[in-house]
Structures are given as structure tokens and as C-alpha cells.
């Protein structure tokens, strides 16, 4: 009994020996800075650097094996004291962008972090004009560094954002630098459900690193950002389109691959067109919500208006109300929204009308809406008649070019009556379409006058050539005869 705890004494005591002086390398100078118990020295039990057996002299210099105070901090040793400004993050760059050096650490981190710091937003120069805006330390503390992983960490996700809003969340500090940029992230961030969730400790929502990345972050007008507008969808789908990573939330994981594919998608990802909505246009940057929208199902009307002015003064606004239905989406969806044709205004089975209309439900949109079709097919139907007649005009030289110009106005209209589709007024719509079939008809007396015309001359042509072919015949007849008559007289005197 007294042997075992003897050996269990024994083992204790080499256990803390061998913590105490940072074993295997014998740190002599954490083993003095311990005895006095000061704070890094605390705080380096658990650093990741101590557990690599890397000594206080990494970063400060000094020789790690004098036990004498004087000459472990000696300058003629190396020692730099206290790094500031540049100097620190060049000393954990030292080893950090150095792969040779990690290597003998056995580690296969990255070696770009000093490199991505300088190029980013936080690399331009701080208020002293001598160092950088952040160094390493500011996002990983100087002592007790452990993994990103472990949540002890600043930069661990639930602790990133204060570590971030320290200074983003701060007017002055931030004013000296930019006075034009806000400093709203956090305060709009906490009314996301990313930012909710967050502050109830779940570390898989997005955070601000997880958006803006870490080191490479840079200025959202970049177009290297994450969150320049082409490469917001990817940031976002990073999480949303990671089945295995969203699981828990049982929300679909298709935002990306459907908004890809829409209009929208098409138009920012393959045209670069940046009047084009990426995610955050519809959903805010940190806000639950983009600034003044109240709903996430009222945002298309911040780039459509006239549709949204005029699907709010119609009769479906209060009946989609009433009914809890969103106001753009319950017809064109949000993420797969597809160019939107003439084939979604009817009765037919496609229609998006028949959804809720039919001859004994809602029947007043039911005939409303094949009139409404009705209308458009005879404007489709008049529009290309009429361009035919007067390319058939055009072919035989005849002089349309204005009537041709005027087809424009019918265009015009019938852009116009897709958009006024969404004041669900037959009245109104009729107004619209009303003047492209006035156009068309115009255009059509216009054609088909000129194709008259071109009969007339061509009638008129063959007659006059047919009046001078007889004279020309006749004459030709009379000549023949007079000769015919001298010829006979000669004959006769001979
Ligand atoms: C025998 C004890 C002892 C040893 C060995 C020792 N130190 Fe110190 N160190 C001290 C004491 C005591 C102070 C506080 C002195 C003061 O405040 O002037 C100090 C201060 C420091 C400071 C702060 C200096 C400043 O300018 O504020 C740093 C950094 C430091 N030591 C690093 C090291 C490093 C690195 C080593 C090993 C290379 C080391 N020390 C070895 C006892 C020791
Ligand atoms: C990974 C690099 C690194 C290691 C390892 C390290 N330090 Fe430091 N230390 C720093 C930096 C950087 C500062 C500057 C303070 C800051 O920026 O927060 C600092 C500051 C200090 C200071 C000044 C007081 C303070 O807290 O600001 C003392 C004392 C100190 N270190 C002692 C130690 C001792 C003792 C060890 C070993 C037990 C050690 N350091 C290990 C990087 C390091
Ligand atoms: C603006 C804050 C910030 C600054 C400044 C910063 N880091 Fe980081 N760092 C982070 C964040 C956030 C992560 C976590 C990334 C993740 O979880 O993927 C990280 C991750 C790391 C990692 C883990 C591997 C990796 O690259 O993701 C290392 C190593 C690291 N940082 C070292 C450094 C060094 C060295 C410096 C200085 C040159 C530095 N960091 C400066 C925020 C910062
Ligand atoms: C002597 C070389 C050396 C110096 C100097 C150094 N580090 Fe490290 N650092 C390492 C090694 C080795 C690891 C462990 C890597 C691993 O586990 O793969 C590490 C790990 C880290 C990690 C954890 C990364 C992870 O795995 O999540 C961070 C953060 C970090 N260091 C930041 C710093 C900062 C900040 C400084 C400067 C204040 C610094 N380091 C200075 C060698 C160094
Ligand atoms: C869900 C992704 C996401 C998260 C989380 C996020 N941001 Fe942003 N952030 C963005 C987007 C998108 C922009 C704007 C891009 C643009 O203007 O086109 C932006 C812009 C910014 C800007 C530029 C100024 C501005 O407000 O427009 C700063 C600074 C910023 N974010 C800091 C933060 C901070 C700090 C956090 C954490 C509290 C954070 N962000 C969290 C996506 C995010
Ligand atoms: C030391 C204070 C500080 C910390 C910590 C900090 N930032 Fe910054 N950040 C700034 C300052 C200052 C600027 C403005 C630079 C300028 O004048 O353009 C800036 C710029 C930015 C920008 C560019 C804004 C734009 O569009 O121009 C983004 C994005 C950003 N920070 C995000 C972050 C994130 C994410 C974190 C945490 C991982 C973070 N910052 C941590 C001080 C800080
Ligand atoms: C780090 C991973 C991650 C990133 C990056 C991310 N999200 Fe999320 N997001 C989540 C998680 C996890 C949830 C929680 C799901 C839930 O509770 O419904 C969430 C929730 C949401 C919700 C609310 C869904 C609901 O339940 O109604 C929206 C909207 C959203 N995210 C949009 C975005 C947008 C837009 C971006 C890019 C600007 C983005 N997210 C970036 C992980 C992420
Ligand atoms: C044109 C506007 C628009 C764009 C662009 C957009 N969304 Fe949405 N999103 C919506 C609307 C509207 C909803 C439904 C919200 C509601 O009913 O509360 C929604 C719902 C969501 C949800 C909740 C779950 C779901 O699928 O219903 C997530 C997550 C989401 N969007 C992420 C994204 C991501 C990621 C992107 C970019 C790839 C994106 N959204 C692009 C408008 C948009
Ligand atoms: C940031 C501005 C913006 C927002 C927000 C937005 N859109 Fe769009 N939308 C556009 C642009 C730009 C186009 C033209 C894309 C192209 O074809 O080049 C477009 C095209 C369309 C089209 C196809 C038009 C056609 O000619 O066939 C429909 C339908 C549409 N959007 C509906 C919506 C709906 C519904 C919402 C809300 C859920 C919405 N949009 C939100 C900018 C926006
Ligand atoms: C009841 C169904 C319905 C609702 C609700 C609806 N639309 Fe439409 N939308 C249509 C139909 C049908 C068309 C195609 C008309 C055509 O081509 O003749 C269309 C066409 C469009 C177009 C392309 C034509 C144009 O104006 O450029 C846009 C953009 C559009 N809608 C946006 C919206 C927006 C924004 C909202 C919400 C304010 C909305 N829609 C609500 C049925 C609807
Ligand atoms: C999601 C279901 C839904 C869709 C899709 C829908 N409607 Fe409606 N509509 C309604 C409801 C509900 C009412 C109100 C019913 C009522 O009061 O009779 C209504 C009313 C109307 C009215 C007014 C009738 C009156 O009483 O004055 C018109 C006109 C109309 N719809 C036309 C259309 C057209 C055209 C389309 C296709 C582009 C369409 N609706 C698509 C649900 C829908």
C-alpha cells in the first residue's frame, strides 16, 4: 500500500517537474518566469507553442538555457524584450511563413497568413503610420494561443465576433480610419437567425470570419472579396449547398444550384452583371433582412418597382395577404426564378393562374385571365402579320421604312403589358395592349397600301407596255404595208 503510493507520489512529482520546466527542452526561461508567476507564463501552460516544446525565446529571443536572469535576457543572447507593431507579426511569421521550419515542427499548416495580412484591408497602415492596422496577435493573443479549433480560441466561431466588433463595433476607433464606413455589422448581425443562433452558442452559422474569411480579407468592393457579388453565391454555398454540413437544420441545401440557374443567377455569374441580385440582395449582409426591407418577400421590389407598385394597388394584395402568401414569389418562386413568358398568363394547365383560378374557383380571374391572354395572343398575331405585309413591301422596293419604325411602338407595348399583367385589371391591361393593336392595324393599312400601290404599277406598267406593243406592232404593220405598196407600184411602172 505505502509502496503504490510512494510510486503514485514519485510519478506526481516527475509529472509536475517535467510541466514546470517545459520538458523536453528544459525552458529555463519559463521555469524562472513561473517561480514569479506571471501572467504569460500562466498562460503558456496551454499554449500550443509549449506543447511543441517552443520556448518564450521563439518570440522574445535570449538564450532559453541560462538559469541566470541576466544572461537568458541579454541583448548580446538575442534578446529583443518586448516586441511592438511589425515586429511581432514578423516574429510569428517567422516560423509561420517558413515551411521548412514548420515542417521540422511536423506541421502542415498554411504558411501564407503574413503574406494574406499585408495584401488585406487590415495590411494598410495603422494611425502612427508605422505598422499595420492588426497583427497576428490581435486576432490570436500573444500568449495561451491554442488551435482555431478549440473554443478557447478568439477566433474559434463563437468567439470571432467580438473579436472582430472590438474594433468594428467601435465609433471613434473606426471614424479615425474611415469616417464613411458603418459600424452597424454587429448590431444587424444579432437579428439574423446566423447571428441568434450564434449568441446561443452555435458555432456552425456564419460568423463574420466566415463570410470575410481570415487573413485575406478584403475590402467588400474587391473583386478578389468573398464578398464581392460574383463570388458572394460560392461564400454562401460553402454551408448552404453542403448536405452533410446543413443536415441538422432540415432546410433544403439547392439555393445555390437553382439561383445558378435563374435569370438572376445567369445574369451576375455569367454575364457579370452586377444589377443582377446575388444572395445578399435579397437577404441583407448582416441584417435577417436588407436596410429598409421588412421582409425578405418584398425585396424584388427594390429593383422592379413598377411590378411591385403595381401588384400592391391590385386585388391580389389583399387576397395574397389575407391568405399569407408572399407577394413575387407564390408566382415566380426566389431561387429558381425563370424568364418570365407570355406562357404564364392564362388558363391552360401551365398557367400560373390556373394554380387558383378556374370556372367555379375565382372565377372573376379566371375570365380575367383569358381575356388577358386572349388580348396578348391577338397582339402577338396582329404584330407578326403586320411585320410580314411590310417586309413583303420592303422585298419589292417599295418605301416602308417609317411604317417599319412605327412596329417598334407595338413592341413597346407589349413590353409594357408584361409588366402591367401585375395590375391584374383587365381595364388597365386592355388600355396597354389596346394601343399595340392600334399600331398593328396601322401598320397593317400602312403595308398593305404600299403593296396595293405596288399592284398598281405593275398593272399599270403591263398596260402601257401592251398600248405600246400595239402601237409599236401596228406602226410596224403600217410600214410593212407601205412598203409592200411601193414594192407592188415599182413592180408595176417596170
Ligand atoms: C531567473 C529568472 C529569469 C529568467 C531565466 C528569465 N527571466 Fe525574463 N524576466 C525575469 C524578471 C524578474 C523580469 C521582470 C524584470 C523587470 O520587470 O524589469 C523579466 C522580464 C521579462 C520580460 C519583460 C521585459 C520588458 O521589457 O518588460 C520578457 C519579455 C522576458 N522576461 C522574457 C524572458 C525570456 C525570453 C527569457 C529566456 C530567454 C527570460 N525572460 C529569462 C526573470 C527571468
Ligand atoms: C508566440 C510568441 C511568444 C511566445 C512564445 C512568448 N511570448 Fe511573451 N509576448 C509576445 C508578444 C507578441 C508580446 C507583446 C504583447 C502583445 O502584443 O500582446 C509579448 C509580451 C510579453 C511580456 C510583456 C508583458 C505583457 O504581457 O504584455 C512578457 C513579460 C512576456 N511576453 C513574457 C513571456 C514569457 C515569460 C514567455 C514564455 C513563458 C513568453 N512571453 C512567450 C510573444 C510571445
Ligand atoms: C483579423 C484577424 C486575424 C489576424 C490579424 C490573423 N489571423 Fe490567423 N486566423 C484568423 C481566423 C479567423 C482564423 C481561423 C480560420 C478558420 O477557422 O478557418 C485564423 C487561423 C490561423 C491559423 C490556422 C491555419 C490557417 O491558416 O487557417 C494560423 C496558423 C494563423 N491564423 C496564424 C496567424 C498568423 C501567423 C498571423 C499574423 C501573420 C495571423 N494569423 C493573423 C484571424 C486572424
Ligand atoms: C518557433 C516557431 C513559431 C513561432 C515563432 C510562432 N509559432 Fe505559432 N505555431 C508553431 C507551430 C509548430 C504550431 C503548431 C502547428 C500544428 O499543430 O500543426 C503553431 C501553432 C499556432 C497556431 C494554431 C494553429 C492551429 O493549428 O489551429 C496559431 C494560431 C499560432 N501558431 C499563432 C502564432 C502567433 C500569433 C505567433 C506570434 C505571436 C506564433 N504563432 C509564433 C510555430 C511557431
Ligand atoms: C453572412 C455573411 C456575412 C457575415 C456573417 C458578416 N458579413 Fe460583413 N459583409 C458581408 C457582405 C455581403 C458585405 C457587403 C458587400 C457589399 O457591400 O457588396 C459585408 C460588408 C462588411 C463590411 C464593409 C462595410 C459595410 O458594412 O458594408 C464590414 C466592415 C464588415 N462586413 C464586417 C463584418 C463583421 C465585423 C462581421 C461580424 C459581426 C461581419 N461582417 C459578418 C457578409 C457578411
Ligand atoms: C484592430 C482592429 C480591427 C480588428 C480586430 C478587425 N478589423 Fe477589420 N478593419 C479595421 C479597420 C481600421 C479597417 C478599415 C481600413 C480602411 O481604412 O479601409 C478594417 C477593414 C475591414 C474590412 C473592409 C471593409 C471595406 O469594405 O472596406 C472588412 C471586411 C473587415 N475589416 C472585416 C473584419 C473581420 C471579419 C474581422 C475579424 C476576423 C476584423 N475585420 C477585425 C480594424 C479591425
Ligand atoms: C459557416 C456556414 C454558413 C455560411 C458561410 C452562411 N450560412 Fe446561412 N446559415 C448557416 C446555418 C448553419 C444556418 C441555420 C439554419 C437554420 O437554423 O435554419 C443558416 C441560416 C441562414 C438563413 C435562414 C434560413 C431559415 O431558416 O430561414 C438564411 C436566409 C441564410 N443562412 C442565408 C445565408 C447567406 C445569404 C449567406 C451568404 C451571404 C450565408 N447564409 C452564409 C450557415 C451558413
Ligand atoms: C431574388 C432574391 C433572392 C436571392 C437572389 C436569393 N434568395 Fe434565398 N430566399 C429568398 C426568398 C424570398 C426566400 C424565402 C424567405 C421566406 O419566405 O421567408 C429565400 C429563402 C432562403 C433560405 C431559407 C431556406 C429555403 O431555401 O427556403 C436560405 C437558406 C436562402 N434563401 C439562402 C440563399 C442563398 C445561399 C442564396 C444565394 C446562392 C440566395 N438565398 C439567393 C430570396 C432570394
Ligand atoms: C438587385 C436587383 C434585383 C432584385 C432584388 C430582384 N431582381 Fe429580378 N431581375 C433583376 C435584373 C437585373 C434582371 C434581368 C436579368 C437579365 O435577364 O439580364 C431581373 C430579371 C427578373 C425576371 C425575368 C424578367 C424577364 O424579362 O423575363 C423576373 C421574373 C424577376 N427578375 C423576378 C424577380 C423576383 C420575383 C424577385 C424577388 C424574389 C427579384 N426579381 C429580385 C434585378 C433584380
Ligand atoms: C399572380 C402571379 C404573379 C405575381 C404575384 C407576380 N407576377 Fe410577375 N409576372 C407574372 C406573369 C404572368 C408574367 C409574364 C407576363 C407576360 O409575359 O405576358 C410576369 C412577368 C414579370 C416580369 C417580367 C416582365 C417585366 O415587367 O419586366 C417581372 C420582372 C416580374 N414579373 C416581376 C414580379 C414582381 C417583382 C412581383 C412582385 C411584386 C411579381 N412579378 C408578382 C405573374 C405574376
Ligand atoms: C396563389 C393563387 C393565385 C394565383 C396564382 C393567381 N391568383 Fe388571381 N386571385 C387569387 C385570389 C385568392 C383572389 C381573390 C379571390 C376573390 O376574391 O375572388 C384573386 C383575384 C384575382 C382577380 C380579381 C378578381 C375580382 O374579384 O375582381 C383577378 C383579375 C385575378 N385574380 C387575376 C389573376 C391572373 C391574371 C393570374 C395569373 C397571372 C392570377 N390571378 C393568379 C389567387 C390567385
Known amino acids: 500500500m505505502k509502496k503504490r503510493l510512494s510510486i503514485v507520489i514519485v510519478f506526481l512529482f516527475s509529472l509536475s517537474y517535467a510541466f514546470a520546466s517545459g520538458d523536453p527542452q528544459k525552458d529555463q526561461c519559463f521555469t524562472c518566469h513561473q517561480t514569479i508567476g506571471d501572467k504569460p507564463s500562466e498562460l503558456f501552460k496551454r499554449d500550443v507553442h509549449f506543447q511543441k516544446g517552443i520556448s518564450c525565446a521563439a518570440c522574445h529571443g535570449g538564450d532559453s538555457k541560462a538559469e541566470d536572469m541576466e544572461k537568458g535576457m541579454d541583448k548580446a543572447a538575442g534578446f529583443k524584450g518586448v516586441p511592438k507593431g511589425d515586429a511581432i507579426s514578423e516574429a510569428c511569421a517567422s516560423c509561420h511563413s517558413n515551411q521548412e521550419k514548420m515542417k521540422q515542427f511536423h506541421s502542415s499548416l498554411p504558411t501564407n497568413q503574413w503574406e494574406f495580412l499585408k495584401t488585406s484591408a487590415h495590411g494598410k497602415l495603422s494611425l502612427t503610420g508605422k505598422e499595420h492596422i492588426a497583427q497576428c496577435t490581435t486576432c490570436h493573443n500573444a500568449h495561451g494561443i491554442v488551435h482555431v479549433k478549440d473554443p478557447a480560441s478568439p477566433v474559434f466561431p463563437l468567439n470571432a465576433v467580438k473579436t472582430c466588433t472590438k474594433c468594428h463595433a467601435d465609433a471613434s476607433f473606426m471614424r479615425s480610419y474611415n469616417p464613411s464606413m458603418s459600424i452597424d455589422q454587429l448590431d444587424k448581425y444579432r437579428t439574423s437567425v446566423h447571428g441568434q443562433r450564434n449568441a446561443k452558442g452555435d458555432s456552425k452559422t456564419a460568423e463574420c470570419a466566415s463570410c470575410h474569411g481570415s487573413h485575406d480579407i478584403r475590402p467588400a468592393k474587391d473583386v478578389k472579396s468573398k464578398v464581392y457579388a460574383t463570388n458572394i453565391p460560392s461564400t454562401c454555398g460553402t454551408c448552404h449547398s453542403n448536405a452533410a454540413y446543413m443536415k441538422e437544420y432540415k432546410i433544403p441545401t439547392d ?4 439561383f445558378s440557374k435563374s435569370v438572376h443567377g445567369k445574369a451576375l455569374l455569367q454575364k457579370h452583371d452586377l444589377a443582377a441580385p446575388a444572395c445578399n440582395s435579397c437577404h441583407g449582409n448582416h441584417g435577417a433582412t436588407p436596410p429598409g426591407i421588412t421582409s425578405v418577400s418584398k425585396v424584388c421590389g427594390t429593383c ?60 372573376k380571374g379566371y375570365v380575367v385571365a383569358k381575356s388577358m391572354r386572349q388580348l396578348i ?118
Request: net charge neutral.
Open 255 to 258: 439555393q445555390f444550384e437553382k
Open 304 to 363: 422592379h418597382a413598377l411590378n411591385a407598385d403595381l401588384f400592391s394597388s391590385s386585388p391580389h394584395k389583399k387576397a395574397f395577404d389575407e391568405r399569407k402568401l408572399p407577394e413575387c414569389e407564390t408566382c415566380h418562386g426566389n431561387h429558381e426564378i425563370i424568364a418570365a413568358t407570355e406562357k404564364l398568363l392564362g388558363v391552360s394547365k401551365d398557367a400560373v393562374c390556373s394554380r387558383c383560378h378556374s370556372e367555379s374557383q375565382n372565377p
Open 377 to 494: 395572343d391577338s397582339l402577338e398575331v396582329t404584330n407578326e402579320k403586320a411585320a410580314k405585309l411590310v417586309e413583303e413591301a420592303e422585298q419589292k422596293g417599295m418605301e416602308v421604312a417609317d411604317v417599319k419604325f412605327k412596329l417598334r411602338d407595338a413592341h413597346q407595348a407589349r413590353l409594357q403589358s408584361r409588366t402591367m399583367v401585375h395590375s391584374f385589371d383587365q381595364d388597365k391591361f386592355s388600355e396597354v395592349v389596346g394601343k399595340g393593336l392600334g399600331v398593328t392595324s396601322f401598320v397593317d393599312q400602312e403595308a398593305k397600301a404600299a403593296l396595293d400601290e405596288y399592284i398598281f404599277r405593275r398593272v399599270g406598267l403591263g398596260v402601257s407596255t401592251l398600248i405600246i406593243t400595239i402601237l409599236a406592232l401596228s406602226l410596224y404593220l403600217y410600214i410593212k404595208r407601205i412598203e409592200r405598196n411601193q414594192q407592188k407600184r415599182e413592180k408595176n411602172s417596170l
